[in-house]
């Protein structure tokens, strides 16, 4: 195939990347942040020039967002809601170029955060979001990519077939550290006493490793999933857990210290995995990945 990757030089978009040309594809990523595989270019930029690329490509993975982590999210809003922008330009322009499927990576940050609250955990379902009754998403980005997800519809009926994903707490040994797990294997790895944990400690996330989310991804694409389906593995794992993981696989024994002002988001997140396992069944645990991580 010819792929279009967008984002590529990020997280997920890079080894997406890695993957497709391994496979034997012709692979065009593009990024704000080029690398020696990837051309320096702003996404925006080839959106609005649709007409030389009409039927250029068999494959569009859209990757490319403003996230940046809680941080950013919390700190930043109208910084992250120019992917409201960015994605209804992408939409636009796989109907002009005739990109017959599509893939839109859409976020867990769209479920209500009304049903991630203290209290029982509920596994979030992709029903749970009802597009004709549409909960609050978790702030300016929840709300870029549940928007993406209606634009999605409308790409799908001018004749791009897409797929829908909405990734859980991703994680992997090169992964930015103004996020959780990677910010964890660098404090352990610092043999960090007492250990910073973002709020109280008992909130829960669903992580799943970046070679799960592009396994998943692909194998979503060769069968025509179409989604949305949740990547995760459906196993609520809390902060003060994932600490204390990391911490006794590096061998040390620190005082957890909880920073109760930080930026925590949601209290649970944590995915129905049922669609994803009809056709993908994840296969690393998190404590295989910690420990590749800090051997890395």
């Known amino acids: 195939m010819r792929v279009l990757i967008t984002g590529a030089a990020g997280f997920i978009g890079r080894h997406l990347h890695r993957r497709l040309l391994a496979d034997g594809h012709e692979v065009f990523g593009i990024d704000l942040f080029p690398t020696p595989l990837v051309h320096g270019r702003d996404a925006l930029e080839l959106f609005r020039r649709p007409e030389p690329h009409r039927g250029d490509f068999d494959l569009a993975i859209h990757c490319a967002a403003i996230v940046g982590g809680r941080a950013r999210i919390d700190g930043s809003p109208l910084s992250v809601a120019t992917n409201l922008g960015l994605d209804a330009w992408y939409m636009r322009w796989l109907v002009h170029a005739r990109v017959p499927r599509a893939v839109y990576f859409s976020s867990s940050a769209a479920y ?113 999933v179409q989604g949305p389906v949740n990547l995760g593995t459906g196993r609520a794992t809390s902060f003060d857990e994932l600490a204390s993981l990391v911490t006794e696989e590096y061998g040390y024994r620190p005082v957890f210290k909880h920073l109760a002002d930080a930026p925590q988001g949601v209290h649970h997140r944590v995915a129905d995995t049922t669609r994803l396992r009809a056709f993908y069944k994840p296969r690393i645990t998190l404590e295989e990945g910690i420990a590749r991580a800090l051997s890395a």
Do not use: N
């Open 112 to 224: 209500p955060v009304a049903l991630q609250q203290p209290g029982p955990l509920r596994r979030l379902t992709e029903t749970d979001i009802d597009y004709a009754q549409l909960g609050r998403p978790d702030a300016t980005y929840g709300l870029a990519k549940l928007a993406g997800e209606l634009l999605c519809a409308y790409a799908e009926a001018e004749g791009t077939r897409m797929t829908i994903l909405r990734p859980f707490s991703g994680y992997g040994a090169d992964q930015d550290e103004t996020y959780p797990f990677p910010a964890f294997i660098r404090r352990a790895k610092t043999q960090q006493d007492p250990f910073e944990i973002w709020g109280d400690g008992s909130s829960t996330r669903d992580w799943i490793h970046i070679d799960d989310i592009v396994d998943a991804t692909l194998t979503a694409v060769d069968q025509g």
